[in-house]
């Protein structure tokens, strides 16, 4: 079966611009989170998205959006981009069953680069 | 609020040498505790999880018992490889498992 898939793999952009970053969760999977993680550090949760509603967001600004669709895919969307926001961006994807998820599990993850 | 705090690495070990990454934790209530392990360049992959007390999660070689008395999770190998080079990242979930909370990574060395 295939894993977490995420796209683009790599992403240049420049400050102030928009980007959008993709992510398609392991088949049967309902819910799905974005991590940021910047160069030497842990993950840090982004948002949580289940059945299409959002179920948890994390200390980000408003800046960072996202939302899930009937096949349970999920876009992140970051505007007016800092030179901060670069990092790895991490989508992973978990099994749920009324309130409580599964371990979750991480694609490969989007390098996004500001300049 | 929730945290993990791991041993500082970068972590040097001789192949067939004997690991001990630290992992601490705070947390409300009773949290799942899991290892992640990165390669270069690579999305996380789950090692390990344990969701209760005195579970002990093992895979690969690698164990982790959930200590809660210590309020650790501590990772262990009794024979590390070169390919074992990587990141480990300790995380937690509480409150049915939405959101990872992660240490900052211990950075693992092999050398043959």
């Known amino acids: 079966d295939a894993g977490v898939t995420q796209s683009p793999t790599h992403l240049i952009k420049t400050r102030g611009q928009q980007v959008t970053l993709r992510c398609s969760p392991i088949?049967?999977?309902?819910?799905v989170s974005w991590y940021q993680q910047v160069l030497g550090q842990g993950p840090q949760f982004i948002f949580q998205y289940y059945e299409k509603e959002e179920r948890g967001r994390g200390n980000f600004p408003d800046r960072f959006s996202a939302r899930q669709f009937p096949n349970y895919s999920s876009e992140l969307n970051v505007n007016a981009l800092l030179l901060g926001d670069s990092a790895l961006y991490l989508c992973?994807?978990?099994?749920?069953?009324?309130?409580?998820?599964?371990?979750?599990?991480f694609g490969p993850g989007t390098r996004l680069t500001v300049t | 609020g929730d945290s993990v705090t791991q041993m500082e690495g970068p972590v040097t070990l001789s192949e067939e040498a004997f690991l001990t990454i630290n992992c601490t934790y705070t947390?409300?209530?009773?949290?799942?505790l899991f290892w992640y392990v990165q390669y270069p360049g690579e999305g996380l992959q789950l090692l390990l999880k344990?969701?209760?007390?005195?579970d002990k999660g093992s895979n690969k070689g690698f164990e982790a018992t959930y200590r809660k008395e210590t309020t650790s999770f501590h990772l262990e190998k009794g024979s590390v490889q070169v390919s074992d080079s990587a990141v480990y990242f300790c995380a937690l979930t509480s409150r049915g498992g939405g959101k990872l909370i992660f240490g900052q990574g211990t950075e693992l060395s092999v050398k043959p």
């Open positions: 344990a969701t209760k007390a005195d």
């Open positions: 992973a994807s978990s099994s749920q069953t009324g309130t409580v998820i599964y371990e979750q599990y």
């Open positions: 947390a409300t209530g009773y949290p799942s």
């Open positions: 088949s049967g999977h309902k819910s």
